[in-house]
């Protein structure tokens, strides 16, 4: 977090049983926001992510029948407020065996499943996604809009790379800070 807030870089956030913890850490720190990546918490964890200006990342998890409370909590996040995921290779969507390996691929058939869930219009949730992640990434979405018009995979594998590629900065900042430490 400390290179993140160095830098002016968004953080990904992967928590687990540990939502309120780790937002109190987030808050010593002045960032610029980010995605509380495979978000897992309750309704007031919703709010305190919101409040601190973090998205909420939402994949392969919500298309499981037995995901009651996470289903419940997409269908009521604003629009504004979260991305769509794969997590691949790891957590695999309701329609993959346990041991197949999940894929970028995947992302299109989850957002189709987010669409449906929330009763809205695919393009027009693919839009807000990426508009979210222009917030914390700062794509050219004059460029990526067509795209997904024309081809709803292509712009989403192209916002994905762009979020993946922030995750790799704050990588390399960190191995830096590390070899300078050693």
Known sequence: L???EKYGLPVILHVRKAQDIVLKHFRSFNLVGGVAHAFNGSEQQVKNYLNCGLLLGF???????????????????????????????????????????????????????????????????????????????????????????????????????ALEDVDVQIKIEINKENKEED
């Open 2 to 4: 400390s290179l993140a």
């Open 59 to 161: 994949g392969g998890t919500v298309t499981f029948e037995r995901s009651i409370n996470i289903r419940s909590l997409l269908k009521v996040v604003p629009k504004q407020s979260f991305v769509v995921e794969t997590d691949s290779p790891d957590m695999n969507p309701s329609w993959l065996k346990k041991e197949a390996e999940n894929s970028p691929k995947n992302i299109v058939r989850i957002l189709d499943f987010v669409a449906e869930l929330r009763n809205e219009n695919k393009e027009d949730i693919s839009i807000d996604v990426l508009q979210n992640m222009d917030i914390i990434k700062g794509l050219d979405l004059e460029d990526v809009s067509s795209e997904v018009l024309d081809g709803l995979e292509e712009g989403l594998e192209e916002a994905l790379e």
